[in-house]
């Protein structure tokens, strides 16, 4: 009796591995692939840390991985490492690091960490300069947009908008 309830929590326990990656990539952007242990990367490998709060693009070294979520945030050093995993809200991008541009079109396109803006502490990724430069003439109004729909569109997959 032992061994068939353990057989069956182990079978549950696998068969809720595979679900964890493809949650991840449906609630963050991690279009960069993987680490080499199979989690999901996010932001392109690029600190967080010192992308919010010196708005400097700073690689990321896997050596200083966190994972929250599961998801892989690679940091420039232990103390951005140590920071993040203190308060990874803090340092975390809006809208799992989608485009805020597009979550407030209702879509989910990659959000470059080059094209960052920060606005009451939050940062916010853009997918590239054009969108980004859009953005600027009319932030308010598009980070208003984005806050509405981002609660309709979180939980769905990409291929789905």
């Known amino acids: 009796m032992t061994f068939k309830l ?3 929590g182990t079978m549950l326990a696998l068969a ?9 990539e449906d609630e963050y952007n991690v279009s960069t692939g ?5 989690v999901p990367l ?8 010192a992308l919010s709060t010196l708005n400097a693009v ?4 896997a050596m200083h991985t966190v994972v929250n ?11 951005s490492a140590r920071r993040f995993k203190a308060d990874p809200a803090s340092y975390k991008p809006q809208y799992g690091g989608f485009c805020a ?7 989910k396109l990659d959000g470059d960490p080059h094209y960052a803006d920060i606005v009451d502490g939050k940062l916010y990724l853009f997918v590239n300069a054009d969108v980004f ?6 932030s308010k109004r598009i980070l208003a947009k984005a806050e509405k729909t981002w609660p309709s569109i979180q939980h769905k997959a990409v291929g789905d908008l």
């Open 6 to 8: 353990l057989l069956t």
């Open 16 to 24: 809720f591995i595979p679900a964890l990656p493809s949650f991840a």
């Open 34 to 38: 993987t680490t080499p242990d199979g």
């Open 42 to 49: 996010g932001v392109h490998g690029i600190d967080t840390v």
């Open 58 to 61: 700073a690689e990321g070294d």
């Open 69 to 79: 979520d599961g998801v892989a945030y690679y940091f420039a050093s232990k103390e």
């Open 101 to 107: 541009f597009a979550v407030a079109l209702g879509k």
């Open 133 to 138: 430069e859009k953005y600027k003439k009319d």
